[in-house]
């Protein structure tokens, strides 16, 4: 019989040949013979991580650190089975406990970043980096973490040089050429990014990851069919459904019909299930006749603020919002589609954008606005919206300070309409009161359900707008819609242009670098002096 040292040398052999489930029961042999050794405990911590169970290796590590609470190597694996256990703040705890008992080591630092980087902290994240890469200037993981902290940051330029770093370490690297390939992305290198995930799917062809991120760099370019080809990948990638779900439930997902063609939704029962956010399901509805011209009929699953607008436009479509009528019946249908699959149906190139308006309000709803407003101060009636986004949709790069609008707020002969949504009260006479403008706001209560927005934009002339869902609501009106995009747009916006696939009445106004709204703002005021017919600077 094996001597117990014999045996845990053994069980580390295994281990560096693969063979973690052999490594693991010698291991637990040899803890029979010597239950109290931490060196064990710690091994079979870290087997059990190997083994995908890190609720076993958080106990084995519990049972190790209650020997000796002072290896450092037992809290990092300790920190590694928290993190993978999503709990982020007792991960960055125990490495913490690592590096009060060695400041040097680099894994601790790297891994660190990496739990940080799950508790949206990006510049801890990029410090903690840091120190890893100073510890070891060739440490793969370290560059990662770094260069998606970066990303988090917006600082495209420095995370596209992590990651190349990360490349040049490991050029066979799926990952890194996946993040490679958002980088260029995010940095307007479409076709390289396109490339580095070409190469990142060869490498792993099953990455679904890279697929949907080469999906978002395919559609801003326009490359619609590859681009929606790729969007169907979507269903696979967590930080997608844990973000951007919305209705599709789990039992929903589960139902989603996959590998269609727009020809097997002939004579079919449709249910459509909304995705993404309220703009992204705005912007979906405009395939709605598409599919109503060949559906036996179709149920749409949307949400409660849209089903008045959409009710009245599309007639032949039921709406539901299922946290208001309970469970669907699935047996009532025979397929079950997810929004933004339509665009793979319907829309695989430029000629199958009608552009032209598909929504309306009910006319009382109209006319109803219309009272409110009552008779027009100003020559030229202009809605407002200058703030978009969430902190994980770079609402910072797509929102300016309504202050900001300076330019166009001077300009006479127009009466302005807040639009934002959410309280804007206190911004909007702020800069009344500086500008001795006119912008009129109204209860953010009033304006939340799409059909009375929808009925108070009919009645603007045209309507000034960041990178945000009134864009979507303007364009699908036909309301004119002048749109500050951001230097890195959402795909939605594509790439480079004055115009927008979906909707013929947006024109875009694109930033000339990351940050710079003042070239943008003085267009956007120029296209107004000339709807007014004189210029912006006279």
């Known amino acids: 019989m094996p001597q117990a040292d014999d045996q845990f040398a053994q069980a580390l052999s295994l281990a560096r040949n693969g063979r973690f489930a052999d490594a693991l029961a010698m291991l637990e042999r040899h803890l029979t013979r010597r239950p109290g050794e931490r060196r064990a405990l710690t091994a079979r911590a870290n087997l059990h991580m190997e083994l995908g169970d890190p609720t076993a290796a958080l106990a084995s590590c519990e049972q190790a650190l209650a020997l000796d609470p ?24 125990s490495y913490d406990h690592a590096l009060a008992l060695d400041p040097g080591l680099a894994i601790a630092h790297a891994n660190r970043a990496r739990a940080l980087i799950d508790l949206d902290r990006p510049e801890a994240a990029l410090a903690s980096a840091d120190a890893a890469l100073a510890l070891r200037a060739d440490y793969f993981n370290a560059w990662m973490h770094r260069g998606v902290g970066l990303l988090a940051l917006g600082r495209y330029d420095e995370a596209l040089a992590s990651f190349q770093s990360c490349v040049r370490l490991q050029p066979n690297s799926h990952e890194a050429l996946d993040n490679l390939g958002v980088a260029l992305t995010a940095v307007g290198r479409h076709a390289e990014a396109i490339a580095a995930l070409d190469l990142s799917i060869q490498r792993e062809p099953a990455r679904s990851v890279a697929r949907y991120h080469r999906a978002h760099a395919r559609l801003l370019v326009r490359d619609f069919a590859g681009g929606w080809r790729d969007h169907e990948a979507r269903w696979d990638v967590a930080a997608f459904v844990d973000r951007s779900a919305g209705f599709v439930t789990p039992a929903l997902r589960a139902r989603l019909s996959a590998d269609i063609t727009a020809g097997a939704m002939a004579g079919a029962r449709v249910l459509l299930v909304s995705e993404q956010g309220v703009g992204d399901q705005v912007m979906f509805s405009s395939i709605l006749p598409d599919l109503i011209a060949q559906a036996g009929a179709v149920t749409c699953i949307c949400d409660r603020r849209l089903i008045g607008l959409m009710a009245n436009s599309f007639p032949a479509v039921t709406f539901r919002d299922i946290r208001d009528t309970g469970p669907v019946d699935l047996d009532a249908f025979d397929r079950v589609i997810a929004m933004g699959s339509l665009g793979h149906l319907y829309r695989n190139r430029l000629g199958d954008f009608p552009g032209t308006p598909y929504v309306r309000p009910r006319e ?59 309280d804007a009260q206190a911004e909007v006479a702020a800069a009344n009161a500086q500008l001795n403008s006119n912008i009129r706001i109204f209860p953010a209560d009033e304006i939340d359900d799409f059909e009375d927005l929808a009925g108070l934009v009919l009645n603007l002339d045209v309507v000034v707008s960041v990178q945000t869902t009134i864009v979507h609501l303007a364009g699908a009106l036909g309301t004119e819609c002048l749109t500050l995009v951001p230097h890195r747009p959402e795909w939605r916006y594509t790439a480079e242009g004055s115009t927008m696939p979906w909707y013929g009445s947006v024109r875009l106004f694109r930033q000339p670098r990351p940050g710079s709204w003042d070239p943008v703002i003085g267009q956007v005021a120029e296209a107004l002096s000339h709807r007014l017919g004189r210029s912006a600077w006279s």
């Open 70 to 93: 002072t290896d450092p190597a037992t809290w990092v694996t300790r920190g590694n089975a928290e993190h993978r256990l999503a709990r982020h703040e007792p991960a960055v705890a």
């Open 364 to 422: 009382a709803v109209v006319e109803g606005w219309a009272r409110r407003l009552g008779p027009r101060s100003g020559a030229l009636r202009v809605g407002l919206s200058w703030r978009g986004g969430t902190r994980t949709t770079r609402m910072d790069q797509r929102s300016l300070p309504l202050a900001a609008l300076a330019p166009l707020l001077g300009l006479p002969d127009c009466e302005f309409v807040s639009l934002q949504y959410g």
